[in-house]
């Protein structure tokens, strides 16, 4: 089976180019490079010309390494998630605690990588690394391999979504330019909702913003240790099956 090119540039098993002079690029520095771009500017910023000059190269010197703008993107982003730390002592649920956070501290880094689509399972170095450490955690309970699976792809998927839409959260927070920005932010989505949710249309809604739940921020983290710990319970109860 051949492979895509990206994945083998990722996994080592492209050949170097043997024609013309020794390059002075490698992929490791482009891919290094694109990050950069993207971290400081966005991922619509990264192009083939615009990773070129930060490293003061000819666009066309990079295609000696990458066939394509998509395939530097498939590479920056398993670059950007890095390895996943060294697995924590303990139960699964230990392991799988730290597991989510290790995870989470990843990819709040560098949050332009969450706009790369996710398809299917890992195939790229560093999220197989992660995807393997997930799977060992569950080592010695009465799950299924495929089960293993299931149960690593749905903690992923949480902490994906957490860190995404805590990442927009937290850019609006900042634009507020507030001396409590999270206090001020959840102030202003109370205010505006009562005034665009009719009770009549929205009366559970309505019910949420009188309770008080927005008239104090909680701690950044509460909500995300809300969901995880609702998420491992129900993976315990499918363990204990």
């Known amino acids: 089976m051949d492979l895509p090119p990206g994945l083998e540039a990722a996994w080592g ?16 520095k482009i891919v290094a490079a694109a990050i950069a771009v ?13 990773v070129a000059a930060e490293l003061g190269a000819a666009p066309m010197s990079l295609y ?3 066939t ?42 560098h949050p332009w990588a969450l706009k790369v689509p996710v398809s299917g399972l890992p195939v790229y170095p560093n999220n ?7 799977l060992a955690a569950f080592d010695g309970t009465a799950l299924s391999e495929t089960h293993k699976a299931s149960v690593v792809l749905l903690v992923s998927g949480y902490v994906r979504i957490h860190v995404s839409t805590g990442a927009d959260i937290e850019a609006a927070m900042r634009a507020e330019n507030a ?15 009562a005034k665009v949710a009719d009770p009549a249309r929205f009366p559970a809604t309505t019910r949420l913003l009188e309770s008080g739940a927005f008239d104090a921020a909680d701690p950044p983290d509460d909500e995300f240790v809300f969901g995880l710990e609702r998420i491992l319970d129900g993976i315990a109860q499918l363990i204990s099956q």
């Open 64 to 66: 000696r390494h990458v």
């Open 179 to 193: 001396e409590d920005a999270g206090q001020a932010w959840m102030l202003k989505y109370r205010d505006m909702m």
């Open 128 to 134: 197989v690394a992660w995807f393997e450490q997930g």
């Open 68 to 109: 394509s703008k998509d395939e530097l993107v498939e590479l920056m982003t398993d670059a950007a998630w890095g390895p996943p730390p060294e697995p924590a002592d303990g139960t699964w649920r230990d392991k799988m605690n730290a597991w989510a956070w290790a995870m989470r501290a990843s990819m709040f880094q």
């Open 13 to 28: 098993l492209r050949e170097h180019p043997r024609k013309g002079p020794k390059p002075g690029l490698t992929l490791p």
């Open 38 to 50: 993207a971290d400081r500017d966005g991922l619509d910023a990264v192009s083939m010309a615009r």
